[in-house]
């Protein structure tokens, strides 16, 4: 072989060496750096690498879904919401995926499609609105958002795509806006959708929501569905609570982070070609994070707080219903690039096989976009407390049983009104210690909102 040809051939191999590294970082990968932050309770810096994503992907829904979240913790509510929303109306602009975008995907990467989110995603951004225009006091625009999200689980119409927490927490908003009939219905369609979605994030109806159907319905004197329900229930002896001249504290608790999808990538057998080809798929190659355990102090008296939604079990099972799709599609993208390559070799000889291997194995990455400053899991407690100031501690119990954090919260409970607090932590038990280099105090906030309510 000629000097001149191995120089040739140098710096078409140096060329499409950087051209395959440049085009292997999965989102995954990108988007590292802020779930680190993320972990430390350090939301001001995750924050800010989040709008660096966004900066060079301004429609992007899964990059506005980030920021919205992050803006949030910053405690910039508007500035959530018009982040938030900018994902909702792409998230209407895609809901029809179009052709070319597939046939794109078949011959790049499953990222060619833009990102829309699973629907329980879709449906937490009208959570997160809401929860913002309470912290905002705009009491009509939250429950535009509770409403948009109750048509939307309507319209889809599959008891399997229902998120029931936006189910509860809708009704514990309406229930606050003194709209009982309304907030009944909510009750009800949630215990049906935690029934209906036990598969995907093993989660029974919660005891909570039991007792504040049961509750609404003493209330409502429906009687006849009262009892069928304690019946349901096993809650044979349950009595709707006397709560005349208390108030209640409503504790919303984001707990961990939502799992990480990443890539995976494996040799598997092409029919069309009569040999095993390499795919790159999206995976969760972890366990959930065992979390620390979460509690309420209020006047050295106790409360647990309940899992009332399982994000890191609803975003698995999304995926595990789409990997068969999925990997379908990464086995004909294979084969059409195994094609392109003998076809390049054919009428550019070696040089050209060779390019076009290198372009193809740089564009072949997994898609690993997902909605991932989510928390893991939502907790919540419901507690009726006597009118006056009360000091609320929300305790984060380490596995040792030790408190290795506490938020302080002052909050004045009113006669028939309701008091929200939104809590967030990210922080995994073995990232526990390293709270103490980043200030000790947690840096999410809390949403204290009073509402006035009917006297129960």
Same mark, same amino acid.
């Given at each position: 072989?000629?000097?001149?040809?191995?120089?040739?051939?140098?710096?078409?191999?140096?060329?499409?060496?950087?051209?395959?590294?440049?085009?292997?970082?999965?989102?995954?990968?990108?988007?590292?750096?802020?779930?680190?932050?993320?972990?430390?309770?350090?939301?001001?810096?995750?924050?800010?690498?989040?709008?660096?994503?966004?900066?060079?992907?301004?429609?992007?829904?899964?990059?506005?879904?980030?920021?919205?979240?992050?803006?949030?913790?910053?405690?910039?509510?508007?500035?959530?919401?018009?982040?938030?929303?900018?994902?909702?109306?792409?998230?209407?602009?895609?809901?029809?995926?179009?052709?070319?975008?597939?046939?794109?995907?078949?011959?790049?990467?499953?990222?060619?499609?833009?990102?829309?989110?699973?629907?329980?995603?879709?449906?937490?951004?009208?959570?997160?609105?809401?929860?913002?225009?309470?912290?905002?006091?705009?009491?009509?625009?939250?429950?535009?958002?509770?409403?948009?999200?109750?048509?939307?689980?309507?319209?889809?119409?599959?008891?399997?795509?229902?998120?029931?927490?936006?189910?509860?927490?809708?009704?514990?908003?309406?229930?606050?806006?003194?709209?009982?009939?309304?907030?009944?219905?909510?009750?009800?369609?949630?215990?049906?959708?935690?029934?209906?979605?036990?598969?995907?994030?093993?989660?029974?109806?919660?005891?909570?929501?039991?007792?504040?159907?049961?509750?609404?319905?003493?209330?409502?004197?429906?009687?006849?569905?009262?009892?069928?329900?304690?019946?349901?229930?096993?809650?044979?002896?349950?009595?709707?609570?006397?709560?005349?001249?208390?108030?209640?504290?409503?504790?919303?608790?984001?707990? &961990?982070?939502?799992?990480?999808?990443? *890539?995976? +990538?494996?040799? %598997?057998?092409?029919?069309?070609?009569?040999?095993?080809? /390499? !795919?790159?798929?999206?995976?969760?190659?972890?366990?959930?994070?065992?979390?620390?355990?979460?509690?309420?102090?209020?006047?050295?008296?106790?409360?647990?707080?309940?899992?009332?939604?399982?994000?890191?079990?609803?975003?698995?099972?999304?995926?595990?219903?789409?990997?068969?799709?999925?990997?379908?599609?990464?086995?004909?993208?294979?084969?059409?690039?195994?094609?392109?390559?003998?076809?390049?070799?054919?009428?550019?000889?070696?040089?050209?096989?060779?390019?076009?291997?290198?372009?193809?194995?740089?564009?072949?990455?997994?898609?690993?976009?997902?909605?991932?400053?989510?928390?893991?899991?939502?907790?919540?407690?419901?507690?009726?407390?006597?009118? &006056?100031?009360?000091?609320?501690?929300? *305790?984060? +119990?380490?596995? %040792?049983?030790?408190?290795?954090?506490?938020?302080?919260? /002052? !909050?004045?409970?009113?006669?028939?009104?309701?008091?929200?607090?939104?809590?967030?932590?990210?922080?995994?038990?073995?990232?526990?210690?390293?709270?103490?280099?980043?200030?000790?105090?947690?840096?999410?906030?809390?949403?204290?909102?009073?509402?006035?309510?009917?006297?129960?």
């Amino acid at each position: 072989m000629s000097i001149r040809l191995l120089g040739r051939m140098g710096a078409v191999l140096a060329a499409l060496a950087i051209l395959t590294l440049q085009g292997c970082a999965t989102s995954a990968d990108k988007t590292r750096g802020m779930r680190q932050m993320m972990e430390l309770n350090r939301h001001d810096l995750a924050l800010m690498e989040a709008e660096k994503h966004l900066a060079s992907e301004v429609e992007g829904v899964m990059e506005n879904m980030n920021v919205g979240l992050l803006r949030r913790l910053n405690k910039d509510y508007a500035g959530s919401n018009e982040a938030f929303n900018l994902a909702k109306e792409k998230i209407s602009e895609l809901y029809s995926t179009s052709i070319s975008e597939q046939a794109g995907a078949a011959v790049t990467n499953d990222e060619s499609i833009s990102f829309q989110g699973y629907k329980f995603e879709q449906v937490l951004v009208h959570l997160y609105m809401a929860a913002n225009y309470l912290s905002m006091g705009d009491i009509d625009s939250s429950r535009v958002e509770l409403l948009q999200s109750q048509v939307k689980m309507d319209e889809w119409g599959e008891p399997k795509d229902e998120t029931p927490f936006m189910r509860y927490f809708s009704g514990i908003m309406f229930e606050m806006l003194g709209e009982e009939d309304t907030a009944t219905v909510s009750y009800r369609k949630a215990v049906d959708a935690y029934r209906n979605t036990k598969e995907k994030h093993g989660l029974d109806v919660p005891v909570m929501l039991q007792h504040d159907l049961l509750r609404m319905l003493a209330r409502m004197k429906l009687w006849g569905e009262y009892k069928d329900y304690k019946s349901q229930f096993g809650l044979s002896k349950y009595k709707a609570p006397d709560t005349r001249g208390m108030g209640e504290l409503v504790v919303l608790f984001g707990n &961990g982070l939502a799992p990480q999808r990443e *890539e995976k +990538v494996f040799q %598997t057998y092409a029919p069309a070609l009569a040999l095993n080809v /390499k !795919v790159a798929v999206p995976d969760y190659p972890n366990p959930p994070v065992v979390l620390n355990k979460a509690r309420l102090n209020i006047d050295g008296k106790y409360y647990p707080l309940e899992v009332v939604s399982n994000i890191d079990g609803l975003a698995r099972a999304a995926l595990s219903e789409d990997m068969p799709l999925i990997t379908t599609r990464a086995i004909a993208r294979a084969v059409i690039k195994k094609k392109t390559e003998e076809e390049a070799g054919n009428q550019g000889g070696f040089l050209g096989q060779l390019a076009m291997l290198a372009i193809n194995q740089g564009t072949e990455i997994a898609d690993t976009r997902c909605w991932n400053t989510l928390p893991q899991e939502f907790e919540m407690a419901r507690v009726f407390l006597p009118e &006056g100031e009360q000091d609320v501690n929300i *305790e984060v +119990v380490g596995p %040792t049983g030790v408190v290795v954090d506490t938020i302080k919260q /002052k !909050v004045r409970i009113k006669a028939g009104a309701k008091s929200v607090i939104s809590k967030r932590w990210t922080a995994p038990q073995a990232k526990t210690v390293p709270m103490q280099a980043v200030g000790g105090q947690l840096n999410a906030p809390a949403t204290v909102l009073e509402v006035a309510a009917p006297q129960t």
